[in-house]
């Protein structure tokens, strides 16, 4: 196997575009635009193998020149292709246009759910990063100065600044410090907290079951410290921060495994899908605009 598992794909995508006489896309033209039959069909495949908007501009442009296609797009960053064709050009057909340009296809129709949960795993690490800085934002300002007066401050600022946490105006300061904090691990941390509940249920210990556990911990603690005369310190910034930090994490680090792994799956495997699916005939449809 080359070193460069990109470049059997775009090699083979060039080609295939020379061969057909097709001109070089430009990748920053815009989206292509097409008239679409009512009486044709879409598909959508998860791909492995594009990796800049030129593959995709090539791809799309090699598909929309097979009989039968009326417009193909293509998106690298969500990793699908999604075709309009007649009916009479079968799934297995474009499936095995896609494979013969070098690129990997997952098997099943499942690539509009991992389309959408990727998105939806896009919009946990900007919540969470979000979210993050508008919590670090006031504690850089305010609370940071207070606790740390030998590093940044002369000491009549310090004493100002302490003066408006022990006053009213405190109460609110710390409302949105529990909003912000709280709703960024609602929010980003869902799947985590579903998770570590079901282990809680089941009795397991698991380090999502100790985290989700650590937070709650923080934030009781910070919630006591804050609107009580408990007395200790407010570590919103600490809630933010492990939320923040495990979700940009689980996102870039710990991800699925990739496209092409699931289409080089054992055949054992992938006919006991097939087997499974059987009891329904129709293949899902999804709708895409390329990701543009």
């Not at 969500?78 to 494979?99: K, Q």
């Not at 740390?148 to 004493?159: A, I």
């Not at 059987?278 to 605009?289: C, G, Y």
Request: glycine share 8%; aromatic share 8%; proline share 4%.
């Amino acid at each position: 196997m080359s070193d460069d598992p990109y470049r059997g794909p775009r090699s083979a995508l060039e080609a295939a575009a020379e061969r057909r006489g097709i001109d070089d896309p430009n990748p920053n033209g815009g989206p292509r635009v097409a008239r679409v039959p009512n009486s044709h069909v879409h598909d959508t495949f998860e791909v492995g193998g594009l990796e800049t908007k030129r593959d995709e501009s090539l791809l799309e442009a090699i598909l929309a020149d097979r009989d039968g296609v009326s417009a193909a797009s293509a998106t690298q960053r969500n990793g699908t292709v999604g075709v309009h064709h007649d009916p009479s050009v079968s799934r297995d057909d474009l499936r095995g246009e896609l494979e013969s340009h070098g690129l990997a296809v997952a098997p099943g129709d499942e690539a509009f759910a991992s389309r959408r949960a990727s998105q939806f795993a896009s919009a946990r690490v900007a919540v969470a990063v979000l979210f993050g800085l508008m919590v670090a934002t006031p504690y850089v300002a305010v609370l940071y100065p207070t606790r740390l007066e030998w590093l940044f401050y002369d000491p009549v600022t310090v004493e100002y600044l302490r003066s408006i946490l022990d006053s009213r105006v405190a109460t609110h300061f710390f409302v949105n410090l529990a909003t912000l904090s709280g709703v960024a691990f609602l929010v980003a941390c869902g799947p985590t907290i579903r998770r570590a509940v079901a282990a809680a249920t089941e009795g397991r210990i698991t380090r999502e079951l100790a985290f989700v556990g650590g937070v709650c911990a923080v934030f009781g603690y910070s919630t006591l410290a804050a609107f009580t005369g408990f007395g200790g310190a407010v570590h919103y910034d600490l809630v933010a921060y492990a939320v923040a930090g495990v979700t940009v994490w689980t996102h870039f680090a710990t991800e699925e495994a990739s496209v092409e792994q699931r289409a080089t799956e054992s055949d054992a495997v992938v006919s006991g899908r097939e087997s499974e699916a059987d009891a329904d005939v129709d293949d899902r449809v999804a709708l895409t605009d390329g990701g543009r």
